[in-house]
C-alpha cells in the first residue's frame, strides 16, 4: 500500500498519467472533472488510446463541462459515462488499471480537477495485487456496479 498525496511531487496527475501510459485497461470514476483537470492527463489518455487501451470513465452529470464532454468524445477508445443525477449521484473517486495479470487501484478524495490532481489538500490509497485475488474480487465488484450506470 501506498499513499498519495498532493504535498509532494509525486501527486495525484504524476501517478495516474504513469497508470494511463502503462495500463492496457483503466477506469477512472470521478464525481467532478474540470477542463483545467482534463487537460492533465490528456495526453496520457491519447497514448493509450493509440495503444488501444480499454478505457472507460465515469463522471458526474451535475459536475462535467461540456467542454469535457467534447474533449473525451474526441478520443478513440475512450468511453466516457455521464451518470445521470437521477439514477445516482456519482460521489465516487476510484482510478483502476491492469496490465496483463496485474491490477493497481487508487481510492481516495482526488476529483480528475485541477485540484484534485495538482493543488488541493488530498490524499489517496493505492495498492495493487493480482487479478485473480480476493481483494481484487472485491473492487472489481464495485466497478461492476459502476456499469449499471452507463447511459
Known amino acids: 500500500m ?3 498525496s498532493n504535498i509532494t511531487n509525486k501527486n495525484h496527475r504524476r501517478r495516474l498519467v504513469e497508470l494511463i501510459k502503462s495500463s492496457d485497461k483503466i477506469v477512472l470514476c470521478s464525481g467532478w472533472i474540470d477542463p483545467k483537470g482534463l487537460e492533465k492527463i490528456t495526453p496520457a489518455l491519447k497514448s493509450a488510446s493509440s495503444r488501444k487501451a480499454d478505457v472507460r470513465i ?3 452529470k451535475k459536475h462535467t463541462s461540456e467542454a469535457c464532454i467534447q ?3 474526441s478520443i478513440p477508445e475512450v468511453e466516457h459515462n455521464v451518470v ?3 439514477v445516482k449521484y456519482l460521489h465516487t473517486k476510484i482510478f483502476y ?3 496483463g495479470k496485474n491490477y493497481t487501484v487508487i481510492i481516495g478524495s482526488a476529483n480528475l480537477t485541477y485540484g484534485g490532481l495538482v493543488n488541493n489538500e488530498e490524499l489517496s490509497i493505492e495498492t495493487s495485487g493480482f487479478i485473480d485475488s ?3 474480487e472485491k473492487i472489481f465488484e464495485h466497478l461492476e456496479v459502476l456499469d449499471t450506470y452507463k447511459v
Open 134 to 136: 480476493v481483494e481484487h
Open 97 to 99: 488499471f491492469t496490465k
Open 2 to 4: 501506498k499513499l498519495i
Open 71 to 73: 474533449v473525451l468524445s
Open 58 to 60: 465515469f463522471t458526474n
Open 84 to 86: 445521470d443525477n437521477n
